[in-house]
């Protein structure tokens, strides 16, 4: 990406057609799209990349199948083509998983289970032909990134597929396909590709407001979060692709509310566990009481666990910790299906996350809120986007950059369906840099495509950063940090651990143990590139681990309790697959 300083002179001297505010998946998304159809674009993003919801999603990209219950089938088709685009796009970043529903209990396996995959499989299928009522073969590229169709698995399969059920005896399940990805790594691409085609990104950059002219928008007033520096980026148009954070960028003349959304925050709660706790090759369909069910899936060596829906009726955004309530609930869960007695103590990592859901002014719970994205235009020509989820960004950044198109009169096609997302590499073709496991090249080859070469080449030359971080599982390597620091605007430990790599979450005991040792190793790292002398280092140390408490990457430590409302009652998403005779002793 481009250096931070440089990308902060052309905010300053440049006028942009379109000026972008909010650096997660959706933000990311516009910039690429409106920079691919020939606009000059600027985005701004208050705190890191993906800081935000973007980072702390269930690592899904899939078709919703939950949404089967409440028969929004076209939500589900939607978001099945847009899985079939980011597989296609992006073949090292989204990548197929196979998903089971497993019989825990004694009987077959449900048939309700059975009907609700071949309707998943049909609308994807639709999904990929286009919606087109004539039948055809699909072609060679459509089916090089066709997850395979849902079948049933006999006991000894499912075990196969799960090793954590063993001891349960299932009796059967069925396998079916969606796709999984590293969140972060998918925004930072995505950004990655926008600049290629002239965008200019900056992190910490805060928009105090918007510059008006005569009512009309003509760009913003922001401040440079680590110089203190207030400028102008001036642009014709202005996108609030802020998220969760929506409703608070307005126009200052703004008078008819009913113009911007209303936001009505909800949290999920996940955590990663040891893989060797809970070993599975596959992900799994866990129930957790009352009709609802969570995810437990093999990711980066561990094994994630998610999610939970409640509302979030809180003003700090910033810092969104898992509450032990949460993570109480997991574990119950956890342990109820698959008979173990995983606790705190087990727990790599915890993170929550706050989804933009649009409210509706009805009392609905969170978790039966459509997750349909929308657009708004205010009186000012801003145009506000929020709502959707990760798997749709595409859709959402297309629906957004269409009406700047029609505004404008261009003849500017989308491209988005057709540009590739960073470039794969076979990781058995990377140099093999003494020091390096077959592991840890094949987890650089799917988070950094083809610039992995670079950093195998960076670790090459300095032997010292071809080590791990950590000892403890992850194989996330020390060069990362340095080409985090260098290439892609990273600026503090927080943002090489949590979003760069993601220790963060599977390590986080050990990067926040023993006054935060591996955190000033990744300090040190960084340094040369960030010009920190033994103070800064001192303070950037200081600075992770209250960002880690605040966060509550360890939960029971402090900042991961939330005793700031009663316990909720928890919705992990109702289950449109009902497992029969699967173990729920405890009310939801």
């Not at 705190?47 to 899939?62: E, M, N, P």
């Not at 001192?538 to 402090?558: H, I, K, N, T, Y």
Request: glycine share 10%; charged share 25%.
């Amino acid at each position: 990406m481009l250096e931070r300083s440089d990308a902060i002179g052309a905010l300053t001297e440049e006028t942009f057609d379109v000026v972008v505010v909010g650096g997660g998946v959706t933000g990311a998304g516009v910039a690429l799209d409106a920079a691919s159809r020939g606009f000059s674009v600027a985005l701004v993003e208050r705190a890191d990349y993906s800081s935000g919801t973007s980072s702390r999603s269930s690592k899904l990209v899939h078709g919703g199948l939950r949404y089967l219950a409440s028969f929004d089938l076209g939500l589900v088709r939607e978001a099945l083509l847009e899985r079939q685009i980011n597989a296609r796009l992006a073949p090292h970043l989204v990548t197929p998983l196979p998903l089971v529903v497993a019989n825990a209990g004694s009987g077959r396996p449900d048939r309700i289970t059975g009907v609700g995959l071949n309707l998943y499989d049909v609308l994807a299928v639709d999904a990929r032909r286009g919606g087109r009522r004539r039948r055809r073969q699909m072609s060679d590229d459509e089916r090089a990134w066709s997850p395979d169709r849902h079948r049933a698995l006999d006991p000894r399969e499912v075990v196969e597929h799960l090793p954590a059920l063993a001891d349960r005896n299932p009796t059967g399940g069925h396998l079916f396909y969606d796709c999984q990805t590293d969140d972060s790594r998918l925004v930072l691409t995505i950004l990655q590709e926008a600049e290629r085609f002239g965008a200019v990104c900056v992190n910490r950059v805060e928009v105090l407001g918007l510059l008006e002219r005569d009512g009309l928008a003509e760009g913003v007033e922001v401040r440079d979060r680590e110089s203190g520096a207030t400028f102008s980026i001036q642009a014709d148009n202005v996108v609030n692709a802020t998220g969760v954070w929506a409703d608070r960028l307005r126009p200052a003349e703004l008078r008819d509310e009913a113009e911007v959304p209303v936001i009505r925050p909800s949290r999920g709660t996940h955590v990663t566990l040891p893989a060797e706790k809970l070993p599975l090759r596959s992900g799994a369909i866990v129930p957790s009481g009352g009709g609802r069910f969570m995810f437990a899936l093999p990711w980066l060596g561990r094994t994630l666990v998610g999610t939970t829906d409640n509302e979030y009726d809180h003003r700090d955004l910033d810092h969104v910790p898992p509450p032990d309530e949460d993570v109480t609930y997991i574990l119950d869960g956890v342990n109820d299906f698959f008979g173990t007695s995983l606790g705190f103590d087990d727990v790599c990592g915890a993170y929550a996350g706050v989804r933009p859901l649009i409210s509706t002014g009805d009392p609905k719970r969170s978790v039966d809120i459509s997750r349909r994205a929308e657009l708004y235009e205010t009186s000012s020509g801003m145009l506000t986007i929020t709502g959707g989820k990760l798997t749709t960004w595409r859709r959402m950044a297309k629906q957004t950059v269409d009406r700047l198109v029609e505004r404008e009169g261009r003849v500017a096609p989308c491209r988005t369906d057709h540009l590739p997302l960073g470039q794969p590499v076979d990781p058995l073709r990377l140099p093999h840099v003494r020091g390096t496991s077959a592991d840890a090249r094949e987890q650089l080859a799917a988070r950094y495509g083809l610039v992995a070469r670079d950093l195998l080449a960076l670790a090459q030359e300095r032997p010292e950063l071809a080590r791990t971080v950590v000892d403890d599982g992850p194989v996330d390597l020390l060069v990362e940090v340095v080409h985090a620091a260098r290439h892609e605007q990273a600026r503090s430990v927080g943002d090489a651990l949590l979003r760069r790599t993601r220790l963060g979450l599977t390590a986080a005991r050990t990067v926040t143990a023993d006054g935060g040792r591996v955190a000033r190793e990744v300090a040190e790292a960084m340094a040369p590139e960030l010009g920190w002398d033994a103070a800064a280092i001192d303070a950037a140390v200081a600075d992770f681990l209250e960002e880690a408490r605040l966060e509550g990457l360890v939960p029971g430590g402090g900042g991961g309790a939330d005793r700031r409302s009663p316990a909720p009652a928890v919705d992990g998403g109702h289950a449109v697959l009902p497992t029969s005779g699967g173990p729920d002793r405890r009310t939801a």
